[in-house]
């Protein structure tokens, strides 16, 4: 079992930066990829980005350029740093884990709102 606690979401202005932290707990040797999906009101969840125990990034097309993911493997901490906000960004941003066994984890989620 791997827990998952996320922080960093808030209220920002368009144009804003936020930066959203994920720490794992539990079996945190199992992990190989770490990473964050959200989910707007009335659509569905997004892949936003990943990343791989070799450090291999992934974006979603929509956060290209302006969002990048990070990890700290000292601290079984996953790092969203989100750039150029847009109203559209608005969403709940889930922290995701997928273990070397295929097994996937979620966080609790965290609100971003992008809103003049």
């Known amino acids: 079992q791997v827990q998952l606690v996320e922080s960093g979401g808030g209220l920002v202005q368009p144009g804003g930066s936020l930066k959203l932290s994920c720490t794992a707990s539990?079996?945190?040797?199992?992990?190989?990829?770490m990473g964050w999906y959200r989910q707007a009101p009335g659509k569905g969840r997004e892949l936003v980005a990943l990343?791989?125990?070799?450090?291999?990034?992934s974006y979603g097309d929509s956060v290209k350029g302006r969002f990048t993911i990070s990890r700290n493997s000292a601290k079984d901490t996953v790092y969203l740093e989100t750039n150029s906000l847009k109203l559209e960004d608005t969403a709940v941003y889930y922290c995701?884990?997928?273990?070397?066994?295929?097994?996937?984890?979620w966080g609790q989620g965290t609100q971003v709102t992008v809103s003049p």
């Open positions: 995701y884990v997928q273990t070397r066994s295929f097994e996937a984890y």
């Open positions: 990343i791989t125990s070799s450090r291999t990034e």
């Open positions: 539990g079996n945190i040797f199992s992990i190989n990829s």
